[in-house]
């Protein structure tokens, strides 16, 4: 991996991961697109971007990651923990699914969810509006939805938003919980990708690396802070309708 490669595949994954359009789809066609191959040196700078995408997360949301929120935190571990269980599973079955019919398929049926939703959502009197509010049965739920993401393309940020909205919890209360579980979810996974790849870490292009951590982070940053802008004013259809387009384009394409 040269360090344009780098650089393209640090902004598509900061700016993808905590939106609800996927970022493990938009890398594998990406990839596809820039010639580059899935093996283990790719896994292991795949590793170094999702952690710094974790950090611009945990530095925006610093005032949480405190022991005064225990009880938040325990929450997002309950809803943490039916994807753990599920993905441990199942992981050798889920590998099979990536490829980029999957992805196409799965954008077309997540943006349509996301039309449906929204065109039902009514906010009601007892919505949730404070992420530290929500309820650990609603926690529960935003976990079981969050199993879907194992499915490429369907997107872990868009399953635990739906997940939050079905539940009860406004569209800001449903992103900043996404966004807050998605420190144990990434964290998991990225612990585990590096014990599993930590040998090819030594033959890397460092100088790549560093640039594309650098990139993540910078533009994962900036994604958050002007996604809960966004959604303050407006709602998720744009990102179901872009989810239809860009799944019907790859399935053209393919």
Do not use: C
């Amino acid at each position: 991996m040269d360090i344009f490669q780098a650089i393209i595949i640090g902004i598509i994954e900061g700016f993808t991961e905590f939106l609800p359009i996927s970022s493990t789809g938009h890398m594998i066609v990406a990839s596809e697109f820039l010639g580059i191959s899935q093996d283990s040196v790719t896994k292991a700078y795949e590793v170094i971007i999702q952690f710094s995408a974790i950090m611009a997360v945990m530095l925006i949301y610093r005032e949480k990651l405190t022991f005064s929120k225990v009880d938040l935190w325990t929450k997002l571990f309950v809803a943490f923990l039916p994807l753990a269980i599920v993905g441990f599973i199942f992981k050798d079955h889920i590998k099979e699914l990536f490829n980029i019919q999957t992805v196409a398929i799965m954008f077309i049926i997540g943006g349509v969810v996301f039309l449906v939703v929204e065109y039902f959502y009514k906010p009601s009197d007892d919505i949730v509006v404070d992420v530290e509010k929500v309820s650990f049965k609603q926690a529960l739920w935003i976990g079981f939805a969050q199993i879907f993401s194992l499915i490429p393309g369907t997107s872990r940020a868009g399953a635990t938003i739906i997940g939050g909205l079905l539940t009860g919890l406004d569209r800001k209360s449903s992103s900043e919980f996404s966004f807050l579980l998605a420190i144990p979810v990434m964290g998991a996974v990225t612990a585990y990708d590096l014990l599993k790849h930590y040998t090819e870490f030594a033959d890397a292009n460092w100088t790549a690396f560093v640039i594309g951590f650098v990139t993540s982070f910078i533009v994962a940053y900036i994604t958050v802070k002007l996604f809960l802008a966004f959604i303050q004013r407006f709602t998720f259809v744009a990102f179901g309708i872009y989810r239809i387009i860009f799944g019907v384009a790859l399935l053209i394409i393919i």
